[in-house]
């Protein structure tokens, strides 16, 4: 069974998964992207793990309408991918995954129609994303539905969601998503001690028995990050010895950096992804208040690493991830004095045992397990359609 997976844009965490898919099924596995969309070093990555089985598309650009802001469906890319259709067919595929309803997929739903392949798509959204999503948008997706055999998702909440518009249960298959976990737990694990002191020091100045919180993404409104800061204002007076770690870029960085000048705070602007292990090594709690986000990605990583989690009520990935009292907590970011509360509560807790709980948890959703699971959804729908 050659299975081909159409992504448009992937960054570093997918790698190891693409590359464990394609060791499962002995090299029978094909990738589509854009190289327009896919950073060098990405593409440089995946050759190097799959070889001649990275297919790039080298002409494709997107046009978009509507408001250019991060949250969904505030506007729309059309895609014009010239040769597309000519890759997929060339990859002579027995089975399908494309990415989402739209961007590539259509030609995905093309070729699977006319050549009597499975198709599957791979769904990451929720309720609370889609929560904005017109009714035109629902019903090009349930119409889209029509060809597809299955879907692979991330968790409960994308299950639910599918459900929702009228996805039949049994059509759905979850444990689809992971981060690039054991490499980041590989290089915490394998740095000293002494090295480790010293970043810490280089961080945040000489260490004292206050708690490190660290965010990991970008500087936007979607996530949630000035609640997070207004909140610290209240819980540094309580908690002085306590410091914050913003790790990131973007365009309300030096913003941030102006409204909130509070020695606690360090903002560490972009930091390269391969240097990212050493700022989780020497943190004690990770902290996501995000507005809006599937499955962030950032959760795993970071329960990878062993720290203990506090995690927006509005990450689609909470449910799977982040277990009350056992390797932390949730809290709505919209709302100062939960992330307050939750900002204490690690005070009270062991953290040590929260962080090999975290480590535990996030095995389950580690590149080998989700690779295991969609090759079983892939072959259970190419069976049943033999």
């Not at 297919?55 to 969904?72: C, M, N, P, T, V």
């Not at 290089?187 to 280089?202: G, Q, Y």
């Not at 993404?217 to 204002?233: D, H, Y």
């Not at 908690?239 to 950096?257: R, W």
Request: proline share 5%; hydrophobic share 40%.
């Amino acid at each position: 069974m050659k299975l081909l997976w159409i992504n448009p844009s992937f960054l570093d965490y997918r790698i190891p998964l693409y590359r464990t898919i394609n060791h499962l099924l002995n090299g029978q596995f094909s990738l589509i992207f854009s190289k327009r969309r896919v950073p060098q070093r990405c593409i440089d990555k995946i050759q190097k793990n799959i070889g001649e089985n990275a297919l790039g598309l080298e002409k494709d650009k997107l046009i978009s309408f509507g408001q250019k802001i991060e949250f969904a469906n505030k506007g729309i890319s059309i895609p014009f991918t010239k040769g597309l259709y000519k890759l997929i067919k060339s990859s002579k595929p027995d089975i399908i995954i494309a990415e989402g309803f739209f961007q590539f997929t259509p030609l995905a739903v093309l070729y699977s129609f006319i050549n009597r392949k499975p198709l599957l798509i791979a769904y990451e959204r929720t309720a609370h994303t889609e929560r904005n999503c017109p009714l035109w948008r629902r019903l090009y997706r349930r119409f889209i539905g029509i060809f597809v055999s299955g879907y692979i998702a991330n968790g409960q909440l994308t299950k639910e969601y599918l459900i929702s518009q009228g996805i039949k249960r049994e059509k759905i298959f979850t444990g689809a998503m992971c981060a690039d976990s054991e490499g980041l737990a590989q290089k915490v694990a394998a740095l000293p001690s002494e090295e480790k002191k010293l970043i810490k020091t280089n961080l945040i100045g000489k260490e004292g028995n206050g708690l490190l919180y660290i965010f990991v993404g970008r500087i936007i409104e979607l996530k949630g990050v000035n609640n997070l800061l207004e909140a610290w204002s209240e819980h540094i007076i309580s908690n002085p010895k306590d410091k914050l770690l913003i790790v990131g870029d973007g365009p309300l960085l030096k913003e941030y950096q102006k409204t909130y000048p509070n020695k606690s705070i360090i903002f560490t602007g972009g930091i390269d992804y391969s240097d990212i292990y050493k700022y989780y090594a020497v943190s004690d709690v990770f902290i996501i208040p995000t507005l809006e986000d599937n499955w962030s990605l950032v959760v795993p990583e970071a329960m990878a690493c062993g720290l203990p989690i506090a995690c927006s009520i509005y990450n689609g990935c909470y449910p799977e991830l982040v277990k009350k009292d056992i390797n932390g907590i949730t809290f709505d970011p919209l709302k100062k004095e939960s992330i307050i509360e939750t900002l204490a509560y690690f005070h009270t807790q062991d953290l040590g045992i929260m962080g090999k709980n975290s480590i535990e948890i996030e095995k389950k959703y580690n590149p080998e397990n989700t690779a295991n699971n969609i090759i079983n959804a892939i072959t259970h729908i190419y069976n049943s359609k033999k």
